[in-house]
């Protein structure tokens, strides 16, 4: 039950994230990509029991307690959580957009690095509190409203891999591409 709630509740915020980030780049609700916002939901509807288990499982595998603890548990979520769930994003996306594996593979590529370099201060800061003050059975309605905004920002960077995938040749030599 706990599954179901953390994926209900991340593929509604899921869609509230994209849509903000869609509002943001000039659409209007009758020009907003569905189908854009119902990948990002469905990927967040997935990913959340996978966080909410991972939690928990740190909760009972790192002893410590106090800020030692909290901080033993952001490292840990930054380590072992971060990359994968940022390469399945990227992966995921692509093939429900209908790109080739090896597409997914360079929207990976391309889109990792500067996402993980905004992913990590933004979740860092979340988790200090995530794993401090937020109750267990809340986190992940807690981290939920605060993917609205994260949401928001790797839609961003999903559309500019995209951007730059789509870029002509002589575009992509001139940026060192």
């Known amino acids: 039950m ?29 020009t907003f ?43 840990a979520d930054q380590a072992l959580l971060m990359p994968p769930s940022l390469i399945a994003f990227f992966l995921s996306q692509g093939a429900m957009e209908g790109l080739s594996a090896a597409a997914c593979v360079e929207r990976v590529k391309d889109a990792f690095i500067p996402t993980a370099i905004v992913c990590t201060p933004y979740w860092c800061v979340v988790h200090s509190l995530t794993f401090s003050v937020v109750p267990v059975d809340l986190r992940i309605g807690w981290a939920s409203v605060c993917a609205v905004g994260w949401n928001a920002i790797i839609s961003d960077q999903n559309q500019a891999a995209i951007q730059r995938a789509d870029a002509p040749a002589d575009c992509k030599a001139e940026k060192g591409g």
């Open 2 to 30: 706990q599954s179901l709630k953390a994926a209900a509740t991340a593929g509604v915020i899921g869609v509230a994230g994209d849509v903000l980030m869609q509002w943001r780049e000039g659409r209007r609700s009758d």
């Open 33 to 75: 990509d569905w189908e854009r916002a119902g990948r990002l939901a469905a990927f967040r509807a997935v990913h959340a029991p996978v966080i909410d288990y991972s939690w928990r499982y740190f909760d009972r595998a790192i002893p410590f307690t106090g800020a030692v603890g909290v901080v033993a548990r952001v490292v």
